[in-house]
């Protein structure tokens, strides 16, 4: 994540920030955006997850400059990309841009993240891979305690697909992939434009059911991403500049 310094109200953090020429504080997030190692989906504490959020969290109590959200990662645990999201959704809430960009590899929860930016400034390097799949579950132990997991899996779960389908536009890639066309114009008339919820859902889930890496192009086409980055393009300077 890159902030540029701000002289206006210096905060102090239990994990210094490493200064890069006073222009920008970095926070290294390229080892994976959500933690050093694969967690899995658990109801106990996501430890390096935590550590990112609340740097989030301290970043929206300086100012309203942008923060940009670099990604190169493999992934991780649902609980701990929720937990990351929700980070990300306070900061937007608060009115502050956040910037994502794939700058190579987006995998599994990654591509969701990767979709939780300020709409119009989410991005995608060109040559880069998105991928998505349903993820993993499984539970161990007694079977009421295999029930119980299952449950919570399936709620995070929901979460998640609604998640995407607010903000990205897969039901319809996914329609166009299977030939979908569009009712006719009386009958869109007796219907809603937009596919319902539950019709949007379903078609995630069906987009989901099989590993899928997407070209940078097929990643905008999906709604993951608003542009791709091009070499020379000056917005690539801007990620990188000193915000005014």
Request: glycine content about 10%.
């Amino acid at each position: 994540m890159l902030r540029a310094w701000s002289e206006e109200k210096p905060v102090t953090l239990v994990n210094p920030w490493d200064v890069w020429g006073r222009d920008f504080r970095i926070v290294p997030l390229f080892q994976a955006i959500i933690m050093r190692q694969e967690l899995g989906d658990s109801i106990g504490p996501c430890y390096y997850v935590e550590d990112i959020c609340g740097e989030l969290i301290v970043l929206g109590n300086e100012n309203k400059a942008p923060v940009k959200i670099l990604i190169n990662s493999p992934g991780g645990s649902l609980v701990s990309g929720y937990m990351l999201i929700q980070a990300i959704e306070h900061l937007k809430n608060l009115g502050i841009e956040v910037w994502t960009v794939n700058f190579f590899a987006t995998r599994s929860m990654a591509s969701v993240i990767l979709m939780a930016g300020t709409h119009g400034r989410r991005y995608a390097i060109d040559g880069g891979v998105t991928h998505t799949h349903g993820g993993t579950q499984g539970g161990a132990g007694r079977p009421d305690d295999v029930e119980e997991m299952t449950k919570f899996q399936s709620r995070i779960k929901g979460w998640l697909y609604d998640f995407i389908s607010r903000n990205s536009k897969i039901p319809e890639f996914r329609k166009a992939e299977l030939g979908i066309k569009e009712p006719s114009s009386a009958k869109k008339k007796r219907k809603k434009k937009r596919l319902n919820q539950d019709s949007r859902i379903k078609l995630i889930r069906d987009f989901l059911q099989v590993e899928r890496y997407l070209t940078a192009g097929e990643a905008k086409e999906a709604g993951i991403v608003d542009d791709i980055l091009c070499p020379g393009d000056n917005r690539i300077n801007q990620i990188f500049s000193k915000s005014d």
